[in-house]
């Protein structure tokens, strides 16, 4: 019996990507049961949105479609839930790679699991993500670090989507080759791996850079600007280069 309880309203949704991995944040109201707090969505920076309003207290409005309000879900909590499955076109038409990117999150999730532990490893995070199998869908059981900033959360979402078809030979190499020459299923990612070796290689020097106070990187509080300030956004802030 799936877990998770599915919220609607993702036809509303101004996507930007609207087919690919999809994202919810989850709520465990039970032993096995989960309910998304906000529509899965295959545009990951609804979570900036969603990140923003939780962590800042303070509402911003309708950015495309979406408007969180403050539900105190992650006050005094050392992990949080992350829903992943696999989406197609939003409003209708079929992404072509649909099966086939289902049956890879299905059959490499704890590839991935062991991917991602890597980064919380070199963050010395006190705890690492695991992921559970909820029949299509991955539900991911994670530090409340990668909720701490708009930048964390798209940096988080950007590994998964990039790497969630991660082979085990893969895993024999370092993580800086893995990031490097890893092949997206959706080709347009590919130019999105850069992203995820300047955070790692920045991380690792310094793992707080990206737990920036929103308002000493001059980020003005509004809808837009918050649903745009991803990983990108913050490495531009930041003047940070790939190679740390």
């Known amino acids: ?8 309203g993702r036809e509303n949704l101004g996507e930007g990507r609207d087919y690919g991995i999809g994202f919810s944040i989850l ?10 707090l906000m529509p899965f969505t295959a545009c990951k920076d609804y979570l900036n949105d969603f990140i923003f309003v939780e962590s800042e207290k303070k509402t911003i409005g309708v950015a495309y479609g979406y408007n969180h309000e403050i539900l105190n879900c992650f006050d005094g909590k050392d992990i949080f839930y992350l829903g992943v499955n696999t989406l197609h076109r939003n409003g209708g038409g079929n992404w072509a790679d649909f099966d086939k990117a289902k049956k890879l999150l299905i059959e490499r999730y704890q590839n991935l699991q062991q991917f991602i532990n890597r980064f919380e490893e070199m963050l010395k995070l006190p705890s690492r993500t695991v992921i559970i199998l909820d029949e299509d869908t991955l539900i991911f059981e994670s530090p ?14 950007l590994i998964i989507r990039c790497y969630f078809n991660i082979t085990e030979e893969e895993l024999k190499l370092s993580t800086e080759e893995i990031i490097t020459n890893h092949k997206t299923i959706i080709s347009s990612d590919n130019y999105m791996k850069n992203l995820a070796l300047t955070f790692y290689n920045n991380s690792k020097k310094n793992k707080k850079v990206f737990l920036y106070k929103y308002k000493d990187v001059g980020v003005t509080v509004n809808a837009m600007s918050v649903h745009n300030f991803g990983i990108q956004a913050a490495i531009n802030r930041l003047k940070l280069q790939p190679n740390g």
Do not use: G, P, Q, R
């Open 1 to 8: 019996m799936k877990k998770i309880k599915d919220k609607a």
């Open 144 to 157: 409340i670090f990668w909720t701490k900033t708009t930048a964390l959360i798209s940096v988080f979402t």
């Open 27 to 36: 709520e465990k109201t039970d032993k096995d049961k989960y309910n998304c």
